[in-house]
């Protein structure tokens, strides 16, 4: 496939914009080989390890501005295996999930388990989002805060339905780049790949003192839970700094400074000024344009960290992240079951804005002479 050689001065500095893993800064990766080569490799029962999920612990506390009894846990795997754990040891009865993309999709499945009954699944087309409604019977309210697949964010509201229901949010890309109030939720799970620049292999959640109580009453119960899957035992080895299996020590340490960092320059309010500013100039060019448009039509449900624009027909959105790739900007292509005729750009947090500007020179430039 034909590709463009671009012009140095409109390449941005750092040429990643995927969803996921993420871009990590260079200021992370010197994080490990300095203050962080003494740990790794260290036993993570010992106080150095202890002290730095601690310490990713009370950030993550700070930065989601958690309010009086809620905790921040954490668990071996990502989003993937919280949804079956939510599905042994959140899940009381019935769930209603919200589906708008691949993610929101997935935890429908897991929410399909035999010993539940039969979830409540509320399914809008791609490009599109959702609003719960509160249904007798259903004791979780499920859906993702943004959903990586499509680039739709949606408002987190508590809902009000049955006494003792909870309402569940999958934050895996919008933790640490969205604003919003985490007491409209009693859990906001996330892996911290995304915004929060760090490697796969755990997963944390902000969970309500409602959601506490449900994952205790249902280990109690006698209900059949998977060891590894226990949310009960994720609670108690996470008040004691750790979690039940060895975890990935570099992911504890990325996302260590990754949190220091946003928490110096201002916190959430910060980051969900940054990503707004980045996404929202791929959004402006694309109204502009004349070959592309946000995949996302209303603009309430635009994602500010994941911005997928589609191009009309004659317009080969594949050979355009292709020629890019050749020049080193790197992971554009749309989601693989999309299938569309679009390019998906990542505005994480860590991603300069000034960078997504360079971006889309470099677009316009390919445009012009692929």
């Known amino acids: 496939m034909p590709h463009v050689v671009l012009p140095r001065e409109i390449l941005p500095t750092d040429g990643r914009f995927g969803c996921g893993p993420s871009k990590i800064r260079a200021a992370q990766l010197e994080h490990l080989v300095g203050p962080g080569a003494s740990i790794l490799g260290t036993s993570h029962r010992k106080s150095p390890v202890k002290n730095l999920v601690g310490s990713t612990r009370a950030r993550l506390a700070e930065l989601l501005r958690l309010p009086v009894g809620y905790e921040i846990i954490l668990g071996n795997g990502g989003s993937t295996a919280f949804w079956d754990a939510a599905a042994f040891g959140l899940i009381e009865r019935r ?87 985490v007491a409209e939720a009693d859990v906001y799970y996330f892996a911290p790949q995304k915004n929060l620049g760090s490697d796969g292999g755990l997963w944390y959640a902000a969970v309500s003192p409602a959601a506490i109580e449900r994952i205790e009453r249902i280990a109690a119960s006698g209900r059949y839970i998977p060891e590894f899957l226990s949310l009960k035992n994720a609670l108690d080895n996470s008040r004691l700094q750790q979690t039940l299996n060895t975890p990935a020590v570099s992911t504890l340490l990325l996302l260590d400074s990754q949190l220091e960092w946003i928490l110096e320059n201002g916190g959430l309010q910060w980051a969900d000024a940054r990503t707004h500013e980045s996404s929202q100039a791929l959004y402006d060019w ?83 002479h692929l």
Not at 109 to 131: F, I, M, N, Q, Y
Not at 142 to 147: L, Q, S
Not at 319 to 346: C, F, M, W
């Open 95 to 181: 769930a209603q999930n919200l589906v708008f993309g691949e993610f929101g999709g997935k935890f429908a499945s897991a929410a399909a388990a035999p010993w539940l009954e039969a979830p409540d699944v509320r399914k809008a087309e791609p490009g599109t989002s959702l609003v719960a409604e509160a249904v007798t019977g259903v004791d979780v309210y499920a859906w993702p805060h943004n959903e990586t697949s499509t680039g739709v964010a949606t408002e987190i509201r508590r809902v009000h339905g049955d006494e003792g229901a909870l309402t569940v949010i999958d934050a895996t890309s919008a933790a640490g780049g969205i604003d919003f109030s």
């Open 286 to 368: 694309a109204e502009a344009s004349e070959v592309a448009t946000p995949f996302v039509a209303n603009p309430a449900d635009r994602s500010p960290v994941v911005a997928t624009i589609d191009f009309v027909e004659g317009v080969d959105a594949a050979a355009i992240s292709d020629s890019l790739r050749h020049n080193g900007i790197v992971d554009t292509e749309p989601y693989r079951k999309l299938g569309r005729n679009q390019l998906r750009i990542a505005t994480f947090v860590s991603i300069e804005p000034d960078d997504v500007r360079q971006l889309i020179r470099s677009i316009d430039y390919t445009l012009e």
